[in-house]
């Protein structure tokens, strides 16, 4: 039942008195104001949490987010019920509740002392997913919804894996080796999808390699680079890494060739501490984008619709036009949950979500989700900076990076500030693929700071023992000197 | 065994967590600079370009805009609804043109694919900046907001002379305010009525009798320039010649002729002695084939591309480029033509006034524009359109000399019947052969008053005969609605 039915609908069951049409209009014209006051006040305590050390404050404050945050999906929820009387957004309004309410208590449960923010985050970000995929298409939501909880129940073992292999940090080769023959598999078995051949079909379900291998990628580079910085080992470890990315620029996978890219160069930096690292990166990466770019006609085309959208609107520009038309036509304030035409957008559901968000919801809204991505890493790195295991560090470093990137990549490309490289707004775009390595990602940075906090816990002990046993060690090594 | 001793071991983790810190946070620093300049380059977008870029036939999103907007009206410079949208009582909303076919290419319609100011002007049309908690109130007793208003440069009362002044004849005119790039005025015949443009859809595609009413001949027909066309190549031979063209002399005897091409005078006249001022006065092919025959083709290609021929215009409407096919390539006998306006160019009557125009504003051309400014349905204005230059073409000079020798056109010369004006008035007359039968399409451009100019024109008949009989009255009647005798 598409809107204009509904409303007659209701009017129907309210008599003549259009009653119901009124309180529709209102509804949707308030609505979308309401939203992005709640979602603002969101975002604004995404930040200051970080002022302060007083807990109960910080306690108040991961509460009153959660409420936010189920007040906006209950809204928006309500708003898509009444566009269609379909029972079924009513149905999905409280399985995706159940999720979010289970979820936000598992997680501390489990992740004994995480960061409530960053999961409040996570959170937000899948329900901004479900609603938009909601109004976008049922079968969307319904697939995201199955995806993200199956590994959110999954990803509550990942502290118990973490604590268990504690020698997870001397499988670097191992780690090299799956994700280079993980990613080569595509050319064997692959199919070709948004003109990259970079999916796998298994039965029913598409898999996109390189999402998986992301996360074993930073693991390769950050175990080999804590281990020894020396000379002979980076370059051994950067000409592992420079297959990875081949491998993805032989599929046509740009978005994911660069994200492995930078993300190497970051962690060889903070690895090495040199910055000759980072300059010589840059400029390796510099001639190569130059390189590809003559000899490639796909990335000719992307530099051209970005250039120039307008011109080759009909062919190259497409993409990059009718985004643009979203996020300008939806304004500040958005068209309002369901009034606008986010269908225009080819793949509005994943690459292009960021432009549907806006025009819907506004581009206030997007602002303020672009802030709360930024807050996502700023917890990253947050954690990566108290971590004491070098291998710990550099990934949650690694990780951090792959994550923002990613963002920067999907909504630099859609509002033309960069050249569009289709990749996904990490939770909150349509694929499955995306969402479980994304909810990884979150959850072995949680794990990791979980376990990061007990360790601190106890080296504050062995620092009491530490002076009572000073003096007995001593002898001890003159001893067995 | 003495690695794993505790009080070593943890002296060096302490330095050793902190390694890598410092690189971590420039990173950090590094990463929210980029996205901070996202987001201002967003922000930018918004405030600055979106209005622009959303207004694109490619987006589809009007009609959900027009659900909630009443498309607001277009008025004339003084004021005069050239469209307006009225709703019955029953809710329809019908787009009404009080003047029906008389605007009909410029301002466009809304039926049948969009066009004209319509289309240029669509999103400002329908959107609304009237008071943002007004337009909540009107939302919230379920009426529909009223969209913003478009004042366009056109001048109904000159529109409506030159419409008139055309009689039965195909053709165009073309006005422009020449220090601003205003467009005053611009008819196409013949037109269609945009009231019933939806009910006469089929027999107007159809077209049986080659009327060709939807096109806008004055930015999309292309004619031949005729004799227009010599004061592009005066231009080029003064600026070719610049300390020897005033002592340019010339014996007309009639005709004349290049490696045994020939070119007439019209009707065989001699002119006898001239000098370059007189040979365009006169309009002496024969003159001006010698001149071109003299002339730096490549030069000359320059030139006619700086004057927009072969371009893109910059300007919110359908058009035409202007085509200007000489290259050193070309034998005697097309550049014999091409100099006096015949051969292979062709000209759109937009691009004639603009050439006009430039001449008048002492060699600056401004681009041509429609839509002067947007307001709110309070009448306050939301966004103007300001003149935008083109840059200069010609020097002011040379521009002064091709306005003294457009002068004496109207003095002494074929468009002497402008000279009874008060006020000087500056022209050149055309009569473009277009089949081998010599009938031909009249043509005039000018400007006046010659000293301070403020309007320039541009006119073609189809088929008409000569510039100086047809095409001339047509500015007459113009210059007298718009300045005064």
């Given at each position: 039942m598409d809107k204009k039915e509904a409303v007659k609908k209701l009017s129907g069951i309210f008599g003549d008195m259009d009653v119901a049409g009124m309180l529709h209009t209102i509804l949707v014209?308030?609505?979308?104001?309401?939203?992005?006051?709640?979602?603002?006040?969101?975002?604004?305590?995404?930040?200051?949490?970080?002022?302060?050390?007083?807990?109960?404050?910080?306690?108040?404050?991961?509460?009153?987010?959660?409420?936010?945050?189920?007040?906006?999906?209950?809204?928006?929820?309500?708003?898509?019920?009444?566009?269609?009387?379909?029972?079924?957004?009513?149905?999905?309004?409280?399985?995706?509740?159940?999720?979010?309410?289970?979820?936000?208590?598992?997680?501390?449960?489990?992740?004994?002392?995480?960061?409530?923010?960053?999961?409040?985050?996570?959170?937000?970000?899948?329900?901004?997913?479900?609603?938009?995929?909601?109004?976008?298409?049922?079968?969307?939501?319904?697939?995201?919804?199955?995806?993200?909880?199956?590994?959110?129940?999954?990803?509550?073992?990942?502290?118990?894996?973490?604590?268990?292999?504690?020698?997870?940090?001397?499988?670097?080769?191992?780690?090299?080796?799956?994700?280079?023959?993980?990613?080569?598999?595509?050319?064997?078995?692959?199919?070709?999808?948004?003109?990259?051949?970079?999916?796998?079909?298994?039965?029913?379900?598409?898999?996109?390699?390189?999402?998986?291998?992301?996360?074993?990628?930073?693991?390769?580079?950050?175990?080999?680079?804590?281990?020894?910085?020396?000379?002979?080992?980076?370059?051994?470890?950067?000409?592992?890494?420079?297959?990875?990315?081949?491998?993805?620029?032989?599929?046509?996978?740009?978005?994911?060739?660069?994200?492995?890219?930078?993300?190497?160069?970051?962690?060889?930096?903070?690895?090495?501490?040199?910055?000759?690292?980072?300059?010589?990166?840059?400029?390796?990466?510099?001639?190569?984008?130059?390189?590809?770019?003559?000899?490639?006609?796909?990335?000719?085309?992307?530099?051209?619709?970005?250039?120039?959208?307008?011109?080759?609107?009909?062919?190259?520009?497409?993409?990059?036009?009718?985004?643009?038309?979203?996020?300008?036509?939806?304004?500040?304030?958005?068209?309002?949950?369901?009034?606008?035409?986010?269908?225009?957008?080819?793949?509005?559901?994943?690459?292009?979500?960021?432009?549907?968000?806006?025009?819907?919801?506004?581009?206030?809204?997007?602002?303020?989700?672009?802030?709360?991505?930024?807050?996502?890493?700023?917890?990253?790195?947050?954690?990566?900076?108290?971590?004491?295991?070098?291998?710990?560090?550099?990934?949650?470093?690694?990780?951090?990076?792959?994550?923002?990137?990613?963002?920067?990549?999907?909504?630099?490309?859609?509002?033309?500030?960069?050249?569009?490289?289709?990749?996904?707004?990490?939770?909150?775009?349509?694929?499955?693929?995306?969402?479980?390595?994304?909810?990884?990602?979150?959850?072995?940075?949680?794990?990791?700071?979980?376990?990061?906090?007990?360790?601190?816990?106890?080296?504050?002990?062995?620092?009491?023992?530490?002076?009572?046993?000073?003096?007995?060690?001593q002898e001890n090594r003159r001893k067995t000197g | 065994m003495y690695g794993e001793e505790p009080g070593i071991n943890s002296i060096k983790d302490a330095s050793a967590g902190r390694r890598g810190n410092a690189q971590i946070i420039m990173v950090t620093y590094a990463v929210v600079i980029v996205f901070m300049c996202m987001a201002g380059y967003i922000v930018y977008f918004m405030v600055n370009d979106s209005s622009e870029v959303i207004n694109n036939p490619y987006n589809k999103r009007r009609n959900i805009l027009a659900e909630r907007i009443v498309r607001g009206s277009i008025y004339s410079s003084d004021g005069k609804v050239l469209a307006k949208t009225v709703t019955d009582s029953s809710g329809t909303e019908k787009r009404v043109y009080p003047y029906n076919d008389i605007f009909c290419h410029v301002t466009g319609r809304t039926a049948n694919s969009m066009t004209g100011v319509e289309l240029s002007q669509c999103y400002p049309l329908l959107t609304s900046h009237s008071n943002p908690l007004k337009q909540l109130a009107v939302t919230f007793r379920g009426e529909k907001n009223l969209g913003d208003d478009v004042y366009t440069t056109l001048d109904a009362g000159l529109q409506q002379v030159a419409y008139n002044a055309l009689g039965n004849y195909k053709g165009a005119v073309v006005a422009l305010e020449p220090s601003t790039g205003k467009i005053l005025a611009m008819v196409s015949k013949p037109g269609y009525n945009p009231n019933t443009v939806e009910d006469d859809w089929d027999t107007l595609v159809e077209d049986e009798n080659s009327q060709s009413a939807l096109v806008n001949r004055a930015t999309q027909g292309l004619y031949p320039p005729g004799s227009t066309f010599k004061v592009l190549t005066a231009i080029e031979y003064i600026l070719e010649n610049r300390s020897s063209f005033r002592k340019y002399s010339y014996k007309c005897k009639g005709s004349e002729s290049f490696e045994g091409n020939v070119i007439n005078c019209y009707g065989n006249e001699e002119h006898g002695g001239l000098d370059l001022s007189h040979s365009l006065a006169k309009s002496c092919n024969a003159s001006f084939a010698n001149i071109g025959m003299s002339l730096d083709i490549n030069s000359f290609r320059k030139l006619c591309n700086k004057f927009m021929f072969n371009q893109k215009l910059p300007v919110k409407f359908e058009y035409n480029q202007s085509k200007f096919l000489l290259d050193k390539k070309s034998g005697t006998d097309e550049i014999m033509q091409t100099v006096i306006g015949q051969g292979k160019t062709t000209i759109t009557p937009l691009q004639n006034a603009m050439i006009a125009a430039t001449i008048a504003n002492n060699g600056e051309m401004m681009l041509p524009y429609v839509t002067d400014h947007t307001q709110n349905e309070t009448g306050q204005v939301v966004k103007t359109y300001e003149p935008v230059s083109n840059g200069n073409i010609i020097d002011k000079e040379t521009a002064d000399i091709i306005g003294k020798y457009m002068m004496s056109v109207v003095e002494d010369g074929t468009a002497s019947s402008l000279s009874s004006f008060s006020y000087k008035v500056a022209g050149k007359t055309g009569s473009a052969e277009f089949d081998s039968e010599g009938t031909s399409h009249a043509w005039f451009i000018g400007y006046a008053p010659a000293k301070k100019p403020k309007i320039a024109v541009s006119i073609v008949l189809e088929g008409a005969g000569t510039g100086s009989q047809h095409a001339v009255p047509v500015a007459k009647e113009m210059f007298q609605n718009y300045l005064g005798s």
């Amino acid at each position: 039942m598409d809107k204009k039915e509904a409303v007659k609908k209701l009017s129907g069951i309210f008599g003549d008195m259009d009653v119901a049409g009124m309180l529709h209009t209102i509804l949707v014209v308030t609505s979308k104001y309401i939203i992005i006051i709640l979602f603002a006040i969101y975002t604004w305590h995404c930040f200051t949490v970080f002022l302060g050390s007083n807990i109960e404050r910080k306690e108040k404050i991961y509460k009153r987010q959660k409420y936010l945050m189920y007040s906006i999906h209950f809204i928006c929820s309500l708003v898509l019920y009444l566009n269609s009387l379909d029972t079924k957004i009513a149905v999905y309004y409280f399985i995706q509740l159940a999720f979010l309410v289970f979820a936000s208590k598992a997680y501390p449960y489990v992740y004994n002392g995480l960061s409530k923010t960053l999961l409040n985050n996570m959170l937000m970000l899948l329900a901004t997913g479900f609603i938009m995929l909601g109004r976008l298409g049922k079968n969307y939501a319904t697939k995201q919804m199955v995806f993200a909880a199956a590994i959110c129940l999954a990803s509550l073992f990942i502290p118990y894996l973490i604590e268990k292999f504690q020698y997870f940090d001397k499988l670097g080769w191992v780690y090299a080796i799956t994700g280079i023959i993980l990613l080569a598999l595509v050319f064997v078995i692959g199919k070709e999808k948004y003109g990259a051949k970079n999916w796998i079909i298994i039965g029913q379900f598409a898999l996109q390699p390189s999402e998986f291998v992301k996360i074993l990628f930073v693991f390769f580079a950050a175990a080999l680079l804590a281990k020894s910085t020396s000379f002979l080992n980076v370059a051994k470890v950067s000409v592992l890494a420079a297959i990875h990315v081949l491998i993805l620029v032989a599929e046509k996978d740009l978005g994911a060739a660069l994200i492995f890219y930078i993300t190497y160069i970051v962690i060889l930096f903070v690895a090495s501490r040199k910055a000759i690292y980072l300059g010589a990166g840059f400029l390796a990466g510099t001639v190569a984008a130059v390189a590809a770019y003559n000899l490639f006609t796909h990335v000719q085309t992307r530099v051209i619709a970005w250039s120039d959208p307008w011109s080759h609107i009909d062919r190259a520009g497409y993409q990059v036009a009718h985004s643009l038309f979203a996020i300008g036509t939806g304004g500040w304030f958005g068209m309002g949950l369901g009034e606008g035409m986010p269908g225009a957008v080819p793949v509005a559901e994943s690459d292009f979500i960021f432009s549907a968000i806006c025009e819907e919801l506004g581009t206030f809204f997007g602002l303020c989700l672009i802030l709360v991505e930024i807050s996502c890493f700023i917890m990253f790195i947050n954690i990566s900076l108290k971590m004491q295991r070098r291998f710990y560090k550099l990934a949650a470093l690694g990780l951090s990076i792959e994550y923002i990137f990613q963002v920067f990549l999907t909504i630099g490309g859609v509002t033309k500030f960069i050249p569009s490289t289709g990749v996904t707004l990490p939770l909150v775009s349509y694929g499955g693929s995306s969402v479980i390595s994304t909810v990884i990602l979150f959850s072995i940075i949680q794990g990791m700071y979980v376990l990061n906090g007990d360790k601190e816990e106890f080296d504050a002990q062995r620092e009491n023992r530490k002076s009572q046993q000073g003096r007995r060690k001593q002898e001890n090594r003159r001893k067995t000197g | 065994m003495y690695g794993e001793e505790p009080g070593i071991n943890s002296i060096k983790d302490a330095s050793a967590g902190r390694r890598g810190n410092a690189q971590i946070i420039m990173v950090t620093y590094a990463v929210v600079i980029v996205f901070m300049c996202m987001a201002g380059y967003i922000v930018y977008f918004m405030v600055n370009d979106s209005s622009e870029v959303i207004n694109n036939p490619y987006n589809k999103r009007r009609n959900i805009l027009a659900e909630r907007i009443v498309r607001g009206s277009i008025y004339s410079s003084d004021g005069k609804v050239l469209a307006k949208t009225v709703t019955d009582s029953s809710g329809t909303e019908k787009r009404v043109y009080p003047y029906n076919d008389i605007f009909c290419h410029v301002t466009g319609r809304t039926a049948n694919s969009m066009t004209g100011v319509e289309l240029s002007q669509c999103y400002p049309l329908l959107t609304s900046h009237s008071n943002p908690l007004k337009q909540l109130a009107v939302t919230f007793r379920g009426e529909k907001n009223l969209g913003d208003d478009v004042y366009t440069t056109l001048d109904a009362g000159l529109q409506q002379v030159a419409y008139n002044a055309l009689g039965n004849y195909k053709g165009a005119v073309v006005a422009l305010e020449p220090s601003t790039g205003k467009i005053l005025a611009m008819v196409s015949k013949p037109g269609y009525n945009p009231n019933t443009v939806e009910d006469d859809w089929d027999t107007l595609v159809e077209d049986e009798n080659s009327q060709s009413a939807l096109v806008n001949r004055a930015t999309q027909g292309l004619y031949p320039p005729g004799s227009t066309f010599k004061v592009l190549t005066a231009i080029e031979y003064i600026l070719e010649n610049r300390s020897s063209f005033r002592k340019y002399s010339y014996k007309c005897k009639g005709s004349e002729s290049f490696e045994g091409n020939v070119i007439n005078c019209y009707g065989n006249e001699e002119h006898g002695g001239l000098d370059l001022s007189h040979s365009l006065a006169k309009s002496c092919n024969a003159s001006f084939a010698n001149i071109g025959m003299s002339l730096d083709i490549n030069s000359f290609r320059k030139l006619c591309n700086k004057f927009m021929f072969n371009q893109k215009l910059p300007v919110k409407f359908e058009y035409n480029q202007s085509k200007f096919l000489l290259d050193k390539k070309s034998g005697t006998d097309e550049i014999m033509q091409t100099v006096i306006g015949q051969g292979k160019t062709t000209i759109t009557p937009l691009q004639n006034a603009m050439i006009a125009a430039t001449i008048a504003n002492n060699g600056e051309m401004m681009l041509p524009y429609v839509t002067d400014h947007t307001q709110n349905e309070t009448g306050q204005v939301v966004k103007t359109y300001e003149p935008v230059s083109n840059g200069n073409i010609i020097d002011k000079e040379t521009a002064d000399i091709i306005g003294k020798y457009m002068m004496s056109v109207v003095e002494d010369g074929t468009a002497s019947s402008l000279s009874s004006f008060s006020y000087k008035v500056a022209g050149k007359t055309g009569s473009a052969e277009f089949d081998s039968e010599g009938t031909s399409h009249a043509w005039f451009i000018g400007y006046a008053p010659a000293k301070k100019p403020k309007i320039a024109v541009s006119i073609v008949l189809e088929g008409a005969g000569t510039g100086s009989q047809h095409a001339v009255p047509v500015a007459k009647e113009m210059f007298q609605n718009y300045l005064g005798s």
